[in-house]
């Protein structure tokens, strides 16, 4: 068995595994804690199926982390840091939990990725998970309702749909933080996959890992994807020694788009499987981290433990810090407003290359 033990009760709730899958074959599994996406296959070029995602097979591992690597979780509300765990809203200080150094990272130690999600199966292919964070969970303010739908469709996507209101202001910032690995969970570091990101400018960090407020162009830099280049050519650079490699946010261009008007993003290419990622979005920008505080100390499902950049994540977002950086797209949303953003992952082969990007 791949999986054991992932129904439980965790304060009163209920959790399971939930599985989605296609007509293809693809296969993407979760669980309601968390959000976790446990498990994804996806077929090779020769159509040999693998799980691309790093996780682990049983609910307690996800529980109780040695540390919290969010593996395949919801990140919520607010992705990657906020600057000493504070910012100002409609002349308001709100102090939120600090978890990472000064700083406030993921949404706080019950973060999105720690509670239970209620969970409705709409379909084979399509399933919602809904959260209450109430007024002031991890220091944030109003009661915000959170809906996220999930759909692996017969084009090979996983289209990720959030939705959240608020009955007062507040920053909201959702993404989702698999780390995938095209050869594989357990079959290697990441270093060799071939990355293509479309963003000319990147925000470059302070030794705090927040970003200093500079839009930088990528040019010159470690930071330039615009042309692909594998994960490994320039990680180990100087300038990439503080954060021990790729741990930036990308300014996305807005020059290509799907059919659904969703920015591209990224492309992913892995040599020897033939597989390929494309990642589109409605987000102003991503994340690109390389798995650089992996440290082989959590087991993967396929007994391996999980390698330092034994996977990458690719998470798309409004701009790390943005609720004190007045310069970046802006992160609040009002009572009466709808959040809406939406990510879609697309899983195809180097064989199938004239339908992607
Ligand atoms: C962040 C890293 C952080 C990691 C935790 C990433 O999204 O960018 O800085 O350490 O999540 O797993």
Excluded at 131 to 156: F, Q, R
Excluded at 175 to 202: M, P, Q, R, V
Excluded at 236 to 247: A, V
């Amino acid at each position: 068995m791949r999986f054991i033990d992932f129904e439980k009760e965790i304060e009163g709730k209920p959790t399971g595994l939930f599985v989605l899958s296609n007509n293809n074959g693809l296969e993407a599994v979760f669980t309601n804690f968390g959000q976790r996406l446990v498990s994804l296959l996806v077929p090779d070029k020769n159509g040999v199926f693998d799980d691309i995602v790093l996780g682990h097979s049983t609910l307690e591992e996800y529980l109780y982390p040695e540390s919290e690597h969010y593996f395949g979780a919801i990140i919520g509300r607010y992705a990657n840091r906020i600057a000493n765990g504070t910012f100002v809203l409609d002349g308001k200080e709100y102090a939120l939990v600090k978890n990472n150094g000064e700083n406030h990272l993921h949404g706080g130690v019950k973060g999105f990725h720690t509670v239970v999600w209620e969970t409705n199966q709409i379909s084979a292919n399509k399933i919602e998970f809904a959260y209450v964070s109430e007024h002031l969970e991890e220091g944030y303010p109003g009661n915000l309702k959170v809906k996220v739908a999930y759909i692996l469709t017969e084009d090979n996507e996983l289209k990720i749909i959030y939705e959240a209101v608020t009955d007062q202001n507040t920053v909201v910032n959702l993404t989702h933080h698999s780390y995938f690995n095209l050869k594989g969970e357990g079959k290697g570091d990441i270093g060799d996959h071939i990355i293509k990101i479309n963003a000319d400018y990147f925000t470059p960090l302070n030794k705090n890992m927040i970003p200093t407020g500079e839009i930088v162009s990528v040019i010159n830099t470690s930071m330039d994807f615009t042309i692909p280049k594998s994960i490994e050519k320039h990680i180990d650079n100087k300038e990439l020694l503080p954060t021990k490699g790729y741990d930036h946010n990308f300014i996305l261009n807005k020059n290509q788009t799907n059919t659904e008007g969703l920015i591209f993003a990224a492309k992913v290419e892995e040599a020897i499987t033939g597989r390929i990622l494309e990642v589109y979005t409605s987000e102003p920008g991503m994340q690109l981290y390389s798995g650089n505080f992996l440290n082989n100390k959590t087991k993967g499902k396929n007994i391996e433990n999980h390698l330092f950049r034994g996977g990458l994540c690719l998470e798309t977002q409004h701009f790390p810090d943005s609720p004190n950086q007045k310069e970046f797209p802006c992160v609040i949303l009002k009572q009466g407003e709808i959040y809406r953003s939406s990510t879609v992952y697309r899983f195809g082969t180097s064989k199938e290359k004239a339908n992607l990007i």
